[in-house]
């Protein structure tokens, strides 16, 4: 990670975003922002047709130079394509070991060289949904239940909008049904305060905040709380808990770290058509490839950190689309160079997108890259810090 001399604080971010009363953005700042907003895809088409312009300007001799530089380009994504997978079959490895072990059986023999046993940390899993069906929270939940770590130690908190009647009624049945198998099970409702934008960013920043707040009451330290942000389909591997509580009390950056699963969307994939399969298959083996350069990793879709980690920098912002990306940023501009992304190698598994019908299911997948593609909307956020 570059060196930052000192970390931002949450009122160095508010006081870049603040715009005096009655005041508008000057011109020349409004341009900056928007140039750093368009510049991912300025750089994009300047790539795609500087070739066409270079052979039009120079004729045969830049059609030749042309060429040439497609010959090396193809040179390059073949040596590219051979680097993904040695870093997949690396990462697989991984993750045989990692899955083979007995973590919870090392946590419960673990005498660590701090004051923090292994045992000591609760997990929390903060689930935002809108309009999930019962039978996709209930897998998820279920996996919570069936994770091999000590059920007083797992915490469970599901977020529902306040208008959600139906989201209301699921939280009440998974309550009755799992209430008992965990050492708490919370509903939050989100008002969708004023200013929010919906989506899983807005509602994992009230849902963040009102954990923090009532465990705090609670008599928790919300360092020794490892909060993962869960989406509603997900379902974490057996070990999960157990690996990351062994894990956690030796990394020495552990206020400051997030906890990067590997996700796999196979819980559905053999009911979704081909190119879905194709997609979710590519995707899961760029994490995996990922993971075997972890200086590269990013938070992406479902990952961990301590509840006073994400107190520290405020949680997820309400009015973004892409949570993951920018609580990544945030973090980073927050503690600096004591910031890391660690992996985590163990699968997540969620579901490919599937809908009622072959047309509306392809339509989902293209809405789904179609989300994370709006993480290039953090370019104009970094850019400006």
């Not at 975003?17 to 300047?46: C, K, M, N, T, Y």
Request: aromatic letters at 12%.
């Amino acid at each position: 990670m570059p060196y930052i001399p000192r970390p931002a604080t949450i009122a160095d971010v508010e006081a870049v975003d603040a715009v005096p009363q009655g005041a508008a953005r000057s011109i020349p700042r409004q341009a900056a922002q928007r140039l750093f907003e368009a510049s991912p895809a300025l750089i994009s088409w300047a790539i795609v047709l500087t070739p066409v312009a270079v052979a039009i300007i120079f004729g045969w001799a830049g059609a030749f130079a042309v060429a040439i530089g497609v010959l090396v380009f193809d040179a390059y994504w073949l040596f590219q394509c051979l680097r993904l997978i040695v870093g997949i079959v690396r990462t697989f490895r991984r993750m045989r070991v990692a899955a083979a072990t007995d973590w919870l059986g090392l946590c419960r023999e673990d005498l660590p060289a701090t004051d923090l046993h292994p045992l000591d940390l609760l997990h929390l899993c903060i689930i935002p949904t809108y309009t999930e069906p019962y039978h996709v929270l209930e897998a998820t939940v279920q996996a919570i239940v069936d994770a091999e770590y000590p059920h007083d130690r797992k915490l469970v908190g599901i977020i529902t909008r306040e208008t959600d009647k139906a989201g209301w009624s699921n939280v009440d049945l998974l309550r009755e049904r799992f209430g008992k198998q965990l050492g708490g099970f919370y509903h939050i409702k989100d008002p969708l305060e004023p200013g929010a934008l919906p989506g899983k960013s807005a509602a994992m920043n009230w849902g963040g905040r009102w954990m923090a707040k009532v465990l705090s009451e609670e008599g928790y330290d919300l360092r020794q709380v490892l909060c993962t942000d869960l989406d509603s389909d997900y379902r974490i591997h057996p070990h999960y808990f157990a690996w990351l509580s062994w894990n956690h009390v030796r990394e020495p950056l552990r206020d400051s770290v997030i906890w990067q699963p590997i996700p796999l969307f196979h819980n559905n994939i053999w009911q979704v058509p081909t190119a879905i399969r194709v997609m979710s298959g590519s995707i899961g083996q760029w994490q995996m490839f990922l993971h075997s350069h972890p200086k590269r990793l990013v938070a992406f879709s479902s990952y961990t950190c301590t509840l006073q980690f994400a107190e520290d920098v405020g949680f997820w912002d309400k009015d973004v689309i892409p949570e993951d990306s920018r609580f990544y940023w945030k973090a980073f501009f927050h503690f600096g160079e004591k910031f890391a992304v660690r992996s985590v190698p163990l699968p997540i598994y969620g579901d490919s997108p599937k809908a009622k019908d072959y047309a509306a299911s392809h339509a989902s997948q293209y809405n789904q890259i179609k989300r994370w593609a709006w993480g290039i909307t953090d370019m104009s956020y970094v850019m400006a810090r």
